[in-house]
């Protein structure tokens, strides 16, 4: 009885190793280092900007801590809503005022994604990232030419005649339409002082640029949109210089904690249906239109 009392007791601690062992492991896989000592931080700013909290959260905490001489902000993204963007420009700009922040561009940095980019320190992109894409757009689905084949109607009771504009039941007016593009101008003119002010550049010349179209990372850098051309490790090698570190970079990765069915059941496929969301109703956006 001893013996099996003692088998149970090896196999137990055995196990409870191999799991500190793996927890250990997956630890270093996420921190991209153990231990202290002086590193560069990394956040994602991954797929439609809709919740900023894990970016600004990440941005603050790294900003606060002293071993943290420099970070790297890993762009994917098509843009976003106009608010959430916004939330991530000012503490990219915050952090940026205390320690070197790098943008490193992927595929896509457009629109919310170049938004976000704007105030970093340096900005890095591969010659073929699709960046740029300045402007602001608002669509609406127009149901009641669906509902005028079926002979549907649908009846609004509201307080002031622009309660319901944009409405996908009725036909936009020529004052909804007015109303809607000077909010659209504003927001255009808020993108257009962010950029200016990040890149150091005249706000008129930003306009002239701000027609909405993508441009190559090539094509971004002639236009000063970018500082240099490169991937994720040339953007780490700029971030390390910067931030006067020698040696092998050590990296602390913030990665965003998913939680939830839906990411437990989809996995990383669950960010993918983020930009639905878009579908339940309008919404201002700094992103690439879809249609």
């Given amino acids: ?16 190793g191999v799991v500190i062992a793996l927890v250990v492991v997956a630890v270093w896989r996420e921190d991209g280092a153990l231990g202290g000592g002086e590193r560069i931080g990394v956040v994602e700013v991954e797929g439609f900007i809709s919740d900023p909290t894990h970016v600004t959260t990440a941005l603050r905490n790294l900003r606060a801590e002293d071993d943290i001489k420099a970070v790297v902000l890993q762009v994917n993204s098509p843009g976003g809503v106009i608010g959430p963007s916004q939330e991530i420009h000012d503490e990219v700009r915050r952090t940026a005022a205390v320690k070197p ?5 992927g595929a ?33 689905k127009e149901v009641h030419l669906l509902f005028d084949k079926l002979g549907l109607r649908s009846q609004a009771v509201k307080s002031g005649a622009m309660k319901d504009a944009g409405s996908p039941f009725r036909e936009m007016t020529d004052a909804d339409r007015a109303t ?3 909010l659209i101008d504003d927001l255009f003119d808020q993108f257009v002082v962010a950029v200016a002010e990040g890149r150091k550049m005249d706000p008129q010349q930003v306009r002239q640029l701000a027609d909405g179209r993508v441009y190559s990372g090539r094509q ?6 970018v500082d240099q051309l490169g991937n994720f490790w040339d953007a780490v090698a700029v971030a390390q210089e910067l ?24 996995g990383e496929d669950a960010s993918a249906l983020e930009p639905l ?14 249609w």
């Fill in 220 to 225: 971004a850098l002639e236009l000063g949109l």
């Fill in 243 to 266: 931030g006067g570190l020698t040696g092998e970079p050590k990296l602390d990765y913030r990665r965003k904690q998913h939680s939830g069915l839906l990411h437990w059941a989809l």
């Fill in 101 to 105: 922040v790098v943008v490193a561009m």
């Fill in 277 to 290: 969301q878009a579908v339940a109703a309008p919404a201002f956006r700094y992103a690439l239109p879809s």
């Fill in 1 to 16: 009885m001893k013996r099996l009392l003692l088998f149970f007791a090896f196999l137990f601690a055995l196990m409870l």
């Fill in 108 to 140: 896509l940095a457009a629109s919310g994604g170049y938004y976000v980019s704007a105030p970093a320190t340096r900005i890095v992109a591969n010659p073929g990232t699709a960046t740029g894409s300045i402007g602001v757009i608002l669509q609406f």
């Fill in 180 to 182: 809607f593009q000077t």
